[in-house]
């Protein structure tokens, strides 16, 4: 079963990472979530971004919504963990 927890964990974690990186960081971050999406969506098809937007702000979301909200958190998570590790590293 689904609760608020883990998604409050993994946006306090991702406020962290955020708070570590740059401007152009951020922007690599987006550009590989963009090409993930991308992904999805030439092979799945259009992703309906409306309901998902629709999301944002909600007070009561259902269990199926908080594991999607959840799943998206640790996503990101990871992408920024992968920025990160970078930090100080030199780029090829």
Do not use: W
């Amino acid at each position: 079963m689904s609760d608020l927890s883990m998604f409050d964990q993994y946006n306090k974690l991702a406020d962290l990472l955020i708070e570590q990186v740059s401007k152009e960081e951020i922007a690599e971050c987006s550009r590989l979530l963009a090409m993930n999406v991308a992904h999805y969506q030439s092979k799945y098809g259009e992703l309906p971004l409306e309901e998902k937007l629709a999301m944002i702000g909600m007070t009561k979301p259902n269990e199926e919504q908080i594991q999607l909200m959840t799943d998206g958190m640790e996503i990101l998570v990871g992408v920024l963990g992968n920025v990160v590790v970078g930090i100080g590293q030199e780029r090829h």
